[in-house]
C-alpha cells in the first residue's frame, strides 16, 4: 500500500474498518419500507431489460444452475449500523450481465415489493455485486430479501435491494425510492454520502 494522508476518509486504510459515522453490530437488522413479500422459488423469476426491450430471464432452476460464489463482505447501512465479515452465497453480476448486450450507463433495481434503487452499471461488475440466495450457509430469510436479493456491499445496504425481481438497464440515471426521497444518489459509505449534497 502507498502513502495515505490521515486526513483522507474516502479510502479505506489499515486497521481502519469502519467508514465515518459508523458503529459495529453483531445483530442483523431488519429495515424494510414495507411488508415482507413471499415469493416462492416456483414462481420466482429474475429479468434483466435492456435499454432497446430486449428482456433476459431465470426461472429459480434455471438460475441456481448458474456457477455461485462465497462473497465475505462488509455491510453499512445508512441508519449507521455496521456488519463486519458477513457471508453469502450468490450469482455474480458478472455472470448474469455477461452474455447482455447494452449500451447502458445506469441501472433500477426492483424489487416484489416495489422498492426501487438506482445504480452505475459499472458497479454491479468487475465482482462487487451479486444476487445472493445464501446467507450463512442458509436459505436467505424472507425478512432480509430471501428468495433472492441484490448485494452490493461497497456501497450502503440500500442500494442491495431485497426480493429483487428486474434489473431494468437505462441511458440515463433514473433516482430510486430513496435517492428520490432525499438520500444520496451514489451512496458510497468511505465519502459518506448519506444524503443530497453530502
Ligand atoms: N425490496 C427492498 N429492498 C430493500 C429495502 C426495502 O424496503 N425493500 N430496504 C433497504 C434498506 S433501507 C436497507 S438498510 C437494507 C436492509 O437490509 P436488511 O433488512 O437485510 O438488513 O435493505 C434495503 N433493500
Ligand atoms: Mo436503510
Known amino acids: 500500500m502507498g502513502i495515505v494522508s490521515p486526513g483522507f476518509r474516502g ?53 441456481r444452475a448458474l456457477p455461485s460464489e462465497t462473497p465475505t463482505v462488509d455491510l453499512h447501512c445508512v441508519t449507521k449500523w455496521s456488519k463486519l465479515g458477513t457471508n453469502w452465497r450468490g450469482v455474480s453480476l458478472d455472470t448474469l450481465l455477461a452474455d447482455v448486450d447494452t449500451a447502458a450507463d445506469y441501472v433500477v433495481a ?27 450457509g442458509d436459505r436467505l ?3 432480509h430479501g430471501g428468495p433472492a436479493r441484490l448485494l452490493v456491499p461497497h456501497l450502503y445496504l440500500w442500494k442491495s435491494a431485497k426480493w429483487v425481481h428486474n434489473l431494468e438497464l437505462t441511458l440515463t440515471d433514473e433516482p430510486g425510492f430513496w435517492e428520490a426521497g432525499g438520500y444520496h444518489n451514489y451512496g458510497d459509505p468511505w465519502r459518506e454520502q448519506r444524503y443530497q449534497g453530502d
Open 11 to 63: 479510502r479505506r486504510r489499515e486497521g481502519v474498518v469502519l467508514p465515518p459515522g459508523q458503529y459495529l453490530t453483531k445483530d442483523f437488522p431488519v429495515l424494510s419500507v414495507g411488508p415482507t413479500p413471499r415469493v416462492a422459488t416456483e414462481t420466482w423469476e429474475f429479468t434483466v431489460t435492456t435499454e432497446n426491450g430486449t428482456v433476459h430471464e431465470w426461472s429459480w432452476p434455471e438460475f
Open 110 to 136: 426492483h424489487s416484489y415489493d416495489g422498492y426501487t434503487t438506482n445504480l452505475p452499471l459499472a458497479d454491479l461488475l468487475d465482482g462487487r455485486a451479486w444476487i445472493a440466495y445464501e446467507f450463512d
Open 141 to 143: 430469510a424472507a425478512e
